[in-house]
Nanobody, 115 residues
Framework: QVQLVESGVVLVQPGGSLILSCAVTGHIFSIYAMGWYRQAPGKQSELVAYITSGGRTNYGVSAKGRFTISGDTATNTVSLQMNDLKPEDTAVYYC?????????WGQGTQVTVSS
């Protein structure tokens, strides 16, 4: 059974930083990409960032220049370094693994940016 377990600080002040991490338990074959999505209240889910098995990265508009994604397909972990956080970054963040077996999702982490 495959599970994605997320961790990270959930409350941060504007301008602060945090790291979200996600670890896969169980075995997944043929990972194509690992990434993060988020959904704010009343809004659609949006891509934050992903990294392919080849190391190529792609960032959503809101993440460019502030967030950095890193991943390790050998250990099946993916992390998201988030800097200069803004109140509009408040959302539930979901870890995602795209693989030959399909997509797997973490349980979600509520991130709140507030003073």
């Amino acid at each position: 059974q495959v599970q994605l377990v997320e961790s990270g600080v959930v409350l941060v002040q504007p301008g602060g930083s945090l790291i979200l991490s996600c670890a896969v338990t169980g075995h997944i074959f043929s990972i194509y990409a690992m990434g993060w999505y988020r959904q704010a209240p009343g809004k659609q889910s949006e891509l934050v960032a992903y990294i392919t098995s080849g190391g190529r990265t792609n960032y959503g508009v809101s993440a460019k220049g502030r967030f950095t994604i890193s991943g390790d397909t050998a250990t099946n972990t993916v992390s998201l370094q988030m800097n200069d956080l803004k109140p509009e970054d408040t959302a539930v963040y979901y870890c995602n693994i795209a693989s030959g077996l399909g997509d797997f999702w973490g349980q979600g982490t509520q991130v709140t940016v507030s003073s």
